[in-house]
């Protein structure tokens, strides 16, 4: 009885390996009944309104889309930071060239933002604490006191202990020269990377800072992004007379945001100027070129780590004809300026309660159009 029984098994064992063997044959040829489910793919990234922060040259005669779903016809991008040609600009149906990032845009995805992650530095000297940097901190600093940090080159424990701003002294010179000012952006630098926050955002004591906008204009990219923002003062890139190579020296052309309208870097696109910029760099490599500091700021981004300046024309300086800016669109702007001693009147066109003497610059008018709440604000009669 148990031979025959062994006999069986080792038959059916025998046959099984024989089948096993026939399928291995056939795999090859048999197709699948399905296809198989593909793995999500992100989905495409909304085109930015203003450009992207490192546009390609194969984009230039790409058309770019407004992100509140309309068109801008004919649009144009600077295929290269150093030939001139303006970036992230579009043409309207009038044949004008103005900024997609413009007037009434509505990002449909935005980036978590709050004011606490923008560090706001203010350069100024101690001669304007009184003239230019009270005004400031009466008006727009109020409403962001806990994050604005003013730069400046002298003590000044009174207004200090009385505004309750953050005062940092950089002990660098009060003179208005080139080392001067390099020697503070150096200090505003280190102080940023050391705050861990999301934004560096430089501004001069001339400068209103309209918070919601800024707030609204940076949402739109993401801090860990290249992402260097501002309005050039000229209409042209600018050249630095100095870049070691191998070869020796060489010239390099770029464009440059102008520090007295304002402009904004990302933390990421920050981090990796440290090489540049950190720890007293920043000062060796604005002497290496021989310019000021916000053209050091531009030769670093575009000349060093080929970064494009994103041009937006919601930032203005005193260099400007700011009674040409729409009295409609004022509110809606990033930055606003006025004119110096030499040309009062060169300010932005608004109405309020407050007359020509008593708001020369007309930031009353405009802080209490935007906070009609504050206290010193003219109230409407009913």
């Given at each position: 009885?148990?031979?025959?029984?062994?006999?069986?098994?080792?038959?059916?064992?025998?046959?099984?390996?024989?089948?096993?063997?026939?399928?291995?044959?056939?795999?090859?040829?048999?197709?699948?009944?399905?296809?198989?489910?593909?793995?999500?793919?992100?989905?495409?990234?909304?085109?930015?309104?203003?450009?992207?922060?490192?546009?390609?040259s194969?984009?230039a005669?790409?058309?770019?889309?407004?992100?509140?779903?309309?068109?801008?016809e004919?649009?144009?991008?600077?295929?290269?930071?150093r030939?001139?040609?303006?970036?992230?600009?579009?043409?309207?149906?009038?044949?004008?060239?103005?900024?997609?990032?413009?007037?009434?845009?509505?990002?449909?995805?935005?980036?978590?933002l709050?004011l606490?992650?923008?560090?706001?530095?203010?350069?100024?000297?101690?001669?304007?604490?009184?003239?230019?940097?009270?005004?400031l901190?009466?008006?727009?600093?109020?409403?962001?006191?806990?994050?604005t940090?003013?730069?400046?080159?002298?003590?000044d424990?009174?207004?200090?202990?009385?505004?309750?701003?953050?005062?940092?002294?950089?002990?660098?010179?009060?003179?208005?020269?080139?080392?001067?000012?390099?020697?503070?952006?150096?200090?505003?630098?280190?102080k940023?990377?050391?705050?861990?926050?999301?934004?560096?955002?430089?501004?001069?004591?001339?400068?209103?800072?309209?918070?919601?906008?800024?707030?609204r204009?940076?949402?739109?990219?993401?801090?860990?992004?290249?992402?260097?923002?501002?309005?050039?003062?000229?209409?042209?890139?600018?050249?630095a007379?100095?870049?070691?190579?191998?070869?020796?020296?060489?010239?390099?052309?770029?464009?440059?945001?102008?520090?007295?309208?304002?402009?904004?870097?990302?933390r990421?696109?920050?981090?990796?100027?440290?090489p540049?910029?950190?720890?007293?760099?920043?000062?060796?490599?604005?002497?290496?070129?021989?310019?000021?500091?916000?053209?050091?700021?531009?030769?670093?981004?575009?000349?060093?780590?080929?970064?494009?300046?994103?041009?937006?024309?919601?930032?203005?300086s005193?260099?400007?004809?700011?009674?040409?800016?729409?009295?409609?669109?004022?509110?809606?702007?990033?930055?606003?300026?006025?004119?110096g001693?030499?040309?009062?009147?060169?300010?932005?066109?608004?109405?309020?309660?407050?007359?020509?003497?008593?708001?020369?610059?007309?930031?009353?008018?405009?802080?209490?159009?935007?906070?009609?709440?504050?206290d010193?604000?003219?109230?409407?009669?009913?």
């Amino acid at each position: 009885m148990h031979m025959p029984s062994l006999g069986v098994s080792k038959f059916c064992f025998l046959s099984s390996l024989a089948f096993c063997g026939f399928l291995l044959l056939l795999l090859p040829t048999l197709k699948p009944l399905s296809r198989p489910l593909d793995l999500l793919q992100p989905q495409a990234r909304v085109k930015q309104a203003y450009g992207r922060a490192n546009a390609s040259s194969e984009d230039a005669d790409a058309s770019i889309e407004r992100i509140d779903g309309g068109r801008i016809e004919g649009s144009v991008l600077r295929k290269d930071a150093r030939n001139g040609q303006r970036k992230d600009a579009g043409v309207n149906s009038d044949g004008e060239l103005v900024p997609i990032h413009g007037l009434n845009s509505a990002p449909k995805f935005r980036d978590t933002l709050e004011l606490k992650d923008i560090f706001i530095a203010v350069k100024t000297t101690r001669k304007y604490h009184k003239s230019r940097l009270e005004l400031l901190i009466s008006t727009w600093i109020s409403q962001a006191k806990e994050h604005t940090y003013i730069f400046t080159d002298g003590d000044d424990k009174e207004l200090e202990k009385r505004t309750g701003v953050n005062i940092i002294n950089t002990n660098c010179s009060a003179a208005h020269t080139r080392q001067a000012l390099c020697c503070k952006m150096s200090v505003e630098y280190d102080k940023f990377i050391e705050s861990q926050k999301k934004w560096f955002c430089h501004m001069d004591d001339d400068n209103y800072v309209i918070l919601s906008s800024l707030l609204r204009l940076l949402s739109f990219y993401h801090h860990s992004q290249d992402v260097y923002l501002g309005r050039p003062s000229l209409d042209h890139p600018i050249e630095a007379a100095e870049r070691v190579k191998s070869s020796g020296l060489v010239s390099e052309k770029f464009w440059f945001a102008t520090g007295g309208a304002g402009f904004c870097i990302s933390r990421g696109l920050a981090l990796k100027m440290s090489p540049w910029a950190s720890l007293g760099n920043f000062i060796s490599t604005a002497e290496k070129i021989r310019l000021p500091d916000d053209c050091t700021i531009g030769y670093i981004i575009e000349a060093l780590l080929e970064v494009h300046l994103i041009h937006t024309h919601l930032f203005h300086s005193h260099l400007e004809n700011l009674l040409k800016l729409p009295t409609s669109t004022v509110l809606e702007q990033v930055t606003l300026s006025y004119g110096g001693y030499e040309n009062r009147r060169n300010v932005v066109s608004v109405v309020g309660g407050f007359s020509w003497i008593e708001d020369p610059t007309r930031y009353k008018t405009v802080h209490c159009q935007l906070y009609p709440e504050t206290d010193w604000c003219p109230k409407e009669k009913r």
